[in-house]
Every structure is written in C-alpha cells, then in structure tokens.
C-alpha cells in the first residue's frame, strides 16, 4: 500500500512498502535553496561487502553513479530509501547467461542482476551480443569473442554472430559443428580471434563440448595462444567423457599451464558430475603451478541445451549422463519427453530446447564450498511469455541465496553473495578494469546494488513456470539508478553500458 504525504513549499513522496521499506523524494518547487547532499541516501540497511568482510548496519550515499560513502552517520539525499531489515549487496555478476533479450533483461533484473554477460558462448562480433538493447539496457552487459561463430563463418561461410538473431535461434549446419578446419582455415579462425579480442570481447568463449569431433589439438593450441597473446581469459565448455572422467578437464589445464592464459571452466558440477571432487583437486594442483583457473556452478540442478546438441546426436547421451527419456524435458511446453517424442522433436524440431535433469544436489552444494567458486545463471533465450525457457533466468540467485544460503545451510550468507558478486568480478578484472568498480559496496565502487530481505528471498521460478519473478528482492540499482523500486521494474531508465575488454582498440 502506497501512502503518499504532501508537504508544501517541499513535495514529500512516501512509499511504504510491506517489507518495511520506503523511499522518500525530495523536491523544491519554490525554495531554490534545499539541496541534497547525495543523489540517492539507502539508510539503515544490512550492508554486506564480500570483500572487506563488511556485514554491519550503515547509511550508503550514491552520487554520480557511484558510491560516496558507507557510514554510521546520518546523511541526506534526493531520494532516500529506508532500508531497515533488508541486506543491502553489491549487484549480481552473471558471466554466463544466453538471455540478452527484453524479457531476458527484466526477469534477471528482477533477480537482483546489474550485469548480464556471455562468455561462454560468446558473440562475433562481440556488438551483436545485446543488439536486442539497442533503445536503451537497463543493466551492464557484454560478451566474450565467439569461437563458434567464426568457425561457422570459416568454416560454412554463414554470417551467424550470435546463438540467436531477433526472435530466432540460429540454423546451423552440421558441418561447422564437425569438419576439421584446414590450415588455411585455421589460420583465418586465429586471425579472426584476435580481430574480435581488439574490438573488446571479454575473452575467447569456446563450446568445444558441442564441437567435439570437428576441433582438433592445433586448433585448440591456437585459441589458447591468441588469447593468452592479449592477455585475456578463455571460457570454456569442455568436452564431456562417460560420467567423472577428467580427460577433458586435463586438456585445457595443460594448454592453460603451458598458454598461461587465464581459463573459466564452464559449470563444472555438470560436466563433472560425481567427479567434482578429483576436478576441483586438480584444478588447484593447477594453481598452485602457476595457472590461472576457475571454474562455476549453477544453482539449478538440470542442465539445458539443444535437443540436436553433439552430445544428443553422437553419443550415448543415457549413458554420459546416467538418465533416461523420461528425464528429459521439452523446455518449450515442459512437456517430459518419452523415446517416442524425443526422436520426434529431435527430427521435427532439431534447434529447440531440452532441459535434461542429471545433477544432483550434493554436487552443487560440493561447489559452492569451494571458496573461489563462481554461480552463474546458463540461461537459455527467454523471447516470450508464451515460449517458455529454463528458470534460471529468474531464479538463479535467489535459489542461492534462499535455498543454499539460508534454508540448507551450504554456506554463509556472506560467503553466497560473495560466489555472485567479488568472487566474479575479480575474475573479470582479468579481462576488464572496469569490473574493479564491481562487486563491492564501497567507497569509489560503482553504484550496482541490490536490496533483498533475506527472510524471504526465493524464486518464484520452477521447471515448466520459468517466467515468475524472484520473491523478497525489493531494490535494484544500477549506476545510481534506481531500476527496480518495491519489488516491481520501472521502465524508461537506461543506465546500463555495454563492457569492453581491456584489449578494445580505440584508436
């Protein structure tokens, strides 16, 4: 219920929310002389900062974009949120979300995300991830250079820069997805990498699970040198054994220990499955040599992909993944699948989506106990309403930190939000000096913030109901400004900016 007051000569607005939130406006119509110290004063909430360790009540002033101050001092503002009761976060870094669409864009605002990336798949070139912003985003974005579209380029000839272009998924031949490239063609993908790493991609993202027959050792070589050669990281999805078995895993730490370029293993709790001990093990030995790795997790449990995928068509999927039909979803209608319909949307429908339920929870909960570990969402392209997607898209971080966090117990609530916010964008640092401004609530940092009571965070989501918004988020800010007031999105602000690479060419 809204309670609005008004004061003369100065306008009061008051919105009293049923968290026990409220902003207050200030204007002046008459007395030229009021002023505000601050853009936006949050007063009184819980404030979490994963990297100073920060968990105390304080008063956070926003000016600019950025944050002015973090005090126990009364201070004043434009707009002034009351924030008792809610935990007051750094906004949540997703460096793995296929989504970059308007539906995509709302429905992860709502889950307390202030920027979207795709590293893993990536973009080529890297503008075409987020063309659907084109009028304006209301949250940072960015992509890493897709290896996969210049192979379809290099290899076929096809003009595809992204896994989707307006309302459509791409059409791929198999051909880019299994012929060897020639040298000739090696060569071009090298030189079309590091076109796209001087244009600004965040890295090289590479689905080489998806490409397993057609990717040879050179051309992996070739992707892990360039990008090493711009001192930028490479995100990988890699190539899936029989349940637990590492071999793909010990290929890219080897070409990552020798390259030296920075590597993010794509979420490893479903490549490795009951493995993840053995790879987490071996991805510290790794460290301790002297590579660069990380790795992520999701916080849902099934995994999603297209029904066509290498892994569906070339291999013994039931056995890789221990599952059967039955535990296969059609993401389009949540429809759970039999043989029957399987090999008939797999020939009648061979760009749609499945959702295949093999993780178990244990793993995940395994994950997030690793300290450097990083959640990301894997959202699937969300276009409409009426064509649903996975509900990671709108609950990946509020199942983290409602499910995992308060409810079961895996880990502190500082240590969750930690795993969405400074545990990223030190990895992106990496690639960007731009995310040394992120994932932090301090002094200088830029002004991503997300309000949440975290007695009720949870998602509204679920498999087959993938579009309900996230529960118990009340505020989301981005650059200092306010995007989601009370739990509900306002339309016409646009503060979010595309992000370039450290390697952007500006001249």
Not at 238 to 255: F, H, I, K
């Amino acid at each position: 219920m809204k309670l609005i007051t008004h004061l003369l000569p100065t306008l009061l607005y008051l919105v009293v929310t049923s968290a026990g939130a409220h902003v207050t406006q200030t204007e002046s119509a008459a007395d030229t002389k009021i002023s505000s110290n601050y853009d936006v004063v949050i007063m009184g909430a819980r404030v979490i900062d994963p990297e100073s360790g920060l968990d105390a009540v304080r008063h956070v002033g926003i000016r600019n974009g950025g944050i002015a101050t973090v005090t126990q001092d009364q201070i004043s503002g434009a707009q002034r949120i009351d924030a008792e009761g809610l935990v007051l976060s750094p906004g949540f870094i997703d460096l793995h979300s296929h989504s970059p669409t308007r539906l995509g864009q709302h429905l992860s605002l709502l889950d307390g995300i202030t920027t979207q990336l795709d590293l893993e798949a990536g973009a080529w070139p890297v503008s075409a991830y987020g063309d659907h912003f084109t009028g304006g985003a209301q949250l940072n974005f960015g992509a890493s250079v897709s290896h996969a579209s210049i192979r379809w380029k290099v290899i076929n000839g096809l003009n595809q820069p992204y896994i989707f272009t307006g309302r459509n998924l791409a059409q791929l031949p198999l051909e880019a997805w299994t012929t060897p490239a020639r040298p000739a063609q090696l060569e071009e993908i090298r030189h079309s990498l590091e076109q796209g790493l001087r244009r600004g991609g965040l890295g090289v993202g590479v689905l080489l699970d998806y490409m397993t027959s057609a990717i040879s050792d050179q051309e992996l070589r070739i992707i892990f040198e360039t990008a090493a050669s711009f001192k930028q990281p490479v995100t990988i999805h890699v190539r899936r054994g029989m349940p637990g078995d590492s071999a793909g895993l010990d290929e890219v730490l080897t070409l990552a220990l020798e390259t030296k370029a920075p590597t993010l293993i794509c979420h490893i709790t479903h490549s490795a499955m009951a493995g993840l001990g053995d790879w987490l093990a071996k991805i510290d030995a790794a460290n301790e040599a002297g590579a660069q790795i990380t790795t992520e997790t999701l916080s849902w449990p099934a995994g999603g992909t297209g029904i066509n995928a290498d892994v569906f068509r070339l291999r013994d999927w039931r056995a890789i993944f221990d599952i059967d039909y039955s535990d296969v979803q059609w993401v389009e209608t949540g429809e759970w699948l039999t043989e029957e319909s399987f090999k008939r949307y797999q020939r009648e429908q061979p760009h749609g989506m499945v959702n295949h339920h093999y993780v178990k929870e244990t793993w995940i909960e395994q994950a997030l106990q690793w300290p450097d570990m990083i959640v990301s969402s894997d959202a699937l392209p969300a276009m409409s309403l009426s064509q649903k997607t996975n509900p990671n898209i709108a609950g990946t971080y509020s199942r983290l930190l409602g499910h995992y966090a308060r409810d079961r117990g895996v880990l502190s609530l500082i240590d969750a939000i930690g795993r969405a916010t400074i545990n990223p964008a030190r990895w992106l640092e990496k690639s960007s000096p731009a995310f040394k401004r992120k994932g932090r609530v301090q002094i200088g940092a830029d002004a991503d913030l997300v309000l949440f009571d975290p007695d009720r965070i949870a998602p509204g989501a679920a498999y087959g109901s993938p579009y309900q918004p996230t529960k118990g988020i009340r505020w989301v800010i981005v650059s200092g400004e306010i995007i989601v007031e009370n739990g509900r999105r306002i339309e016409g602000r646009y503060p979010g900016k595309r992000i370039f690479s450290s390697s952007l060419d500006r001249s």
